[in-house]
């Protein structure tokens, strides 16, 4: 089998070239509106709790909200079947996109009303319902991008993706923190809930993907659960499926843990909300792109398999970068290469690696498929985060804690590279990895 990813041609103008086609240009649009719900309850309500006083245990508890994104599995069968009244004459992607977006910039708008030192409690239920609606949102968008992108596009479409992502992510980042300290968090998060538009009006000009399958009108009882028994079912009975999962569920434990704790060291070491902005936007926006871009040139010299062993490699150094700033203390130059070196590993990284979970799945189950491997993908970390990163924190210091998220990175290495040796890795992949299942 030919090496998923690699291109017949390997000059860097051909494998560059991908990135300017109209699927990818459209995957990144969608990519911006997916990246901002997560950061409106991941960094930046970290930051706005930690400067209302709230204690790192509290804080880091809220990280659980992020647990909605790894439950939509048991929902994303219900964007793959379901006629949404109306809006399904726009096709089934795009009434889905309309609907998802609105109801992320409703819940954004929620949250932004309410007062974390007033009321924790209505704080915690409207995060939440920002995860609900960002969940069922990267659902759609998800499903979209997948069946949108050719196979030879998934690396630069993939790269694409994140690019948006980042866009979506740490501009409404920066944005926030920006607003928040002229005209406070309410106003802060209602400047935000726009970015929503990017992948609602690229859905309503580029109409609905020409690789979308549909297998099943589900009308009754038996087709519903076909439905949602059907994407489980398929992807099990590959050969190695269980072993995919569990790299799925490990590779990324270290990562995610270490993430979603960084805007706490931030805050200890006394950075101030304009130097974590200048700082994450100036260096670590720019590294991000850049890891990006070669991480789509890399997927498409090396192919899959090389280019995935590289970014876990990468990915598990990146933590150590803070366990050396915790050391070093408050110094930009310190921050400046942490979040550089971190940002270009979390780009290069994010381009192989969701190209490769997108070639996992099956075209008859986009949603649901992509759903299963997104949602797994993390899950472990950020149980671990939620129940255990405040207390670790507290307990070891930052850089015992950071050098601990290094070594958990190992186990999803080792054995990635194993599935490699043993074929594991070409033979578990869907008809989204190749080239007969598309279509026009």
């Avoid at 997560?38 to 880091?60: E, F, H, P, W």
């Avoid at 280019?307 to 050391?327: E, K, Q, R, T, Y």
């Avoid at 649901?368 to 950020?382: E, F, L, M, N, Q």
Wanted: neutral net charge; charged residues 10%.
């Amino acid at each position: 089998m030919a090496e998923t990813g690699a291109t017949a041609q390997r000059d860097w103008w051909s494998a560059a070239r991908p990135y300017f086609e109209k699927e990818s240009l459209a995957a990144f649009f969608v990519g911006v509106s997916s990246g901002f719900p997560y950061a409106m309850i991941g960094a930046t309500l970290t930051t706005r709790l930690a400067q209302d006083g709230i204690d790192k245990a509290t804080v880091t508890a809220f990280t659980l909200a992020f647990l909605v994104y790894n439950f939509k599995v048991f929902w994303a069968w219900i964007v793959d079947g379901v006629r949404i009244p109306v809006l399904w004459r726009l096709g089934q992607r795009v009434s889905w996109m309309i609907l998802a977006g609105v109801l992320v910039m409703a819940s954004v708008v929620n949250l932004a009303l309410v007062d974390p030192s007033e009321n924790l409690p209505a704080t915690i239920i409207a995060a939440v319902l920002v995860g609900v609606a960002g969940a069922t949102f990267d659902i759609v968008i998800d499903a979209y991008r997948i069946e949108t992108l050719k196979p030879y596009q998934l690396g630069t479409g993939s790269g694409m993706n994140q690019y948006g992502w980042r866009v979506g992510s740490a501009g409404a980042g920066a944005i926030a923190l920006v607003v928040a300290v002229r005209y406070g968090w309410s106003a802060a998060y209602l400047s935000c809930a726009l970015l929503a538009l990017p992948a609602m009006l690229t859905a309503l000009i580029m109409g609905e993907p020409v690789r979308r399958q549909i297998t099943i009108a589900r009308k009754g009882v038996s087709e519903v659960w076909q439905s949602i028994a059907g994407p489980f079912k398929e992807f099990f009975q590959r050969h190695g499926a269980w072993l995919v999962l569990a790299f799925i569920l490990v590779h990324k434990i270290g990562d995610t843990l270490a993430n979603l704790t960084f805007r706490l060291l931030f805050d200890d070491l006394g950075f101030s909300n304009d130097e974590i902005a200048i700082y994450d936007v100036g260096v670590g926006f720019w590294a991000y792109l850049i890891g990006i871009f070669v991480g789509g040139i890399i997927y498409a010299r090396l192919g899959l398999k090389r280019s995935v062993l590289i970014a876990l490699v990468l990915m598990a150094v990146s933590n150590v970068s803070f366990a050396a700033l915790a050391v070093a203390g408050k110094t930009n130059l310190g921050l400046a290469a942490a979040i550089g070196f971190e940002n270009f590993a979390s780009g290069y990284g994010g381009v192989v690696v969701v190209a490769y979970f997108s070639a996992l799945c099956d075209l008859r189950f986009t949603a649901a498929h992509y759903a299963i491997i997104s949602a797994a993908a993390s899950i472990v970390g950020r149980l671990l985060t939620g129940t255990t990163a405040g207390g670790l924190i507290e307990w070891a210091g930052y850089v015992n804690f950071y050098l601990l998220t290094t070594v958990l990175a190992v186990p999803g290495i080792v054995l990635f590279a194993w599935m490699m040796r043993a074929g594991l890795v070409d033979q578990a992949l869907g008809t989204a990895g190749t080239e007969e299942s598309a279509s026009g």
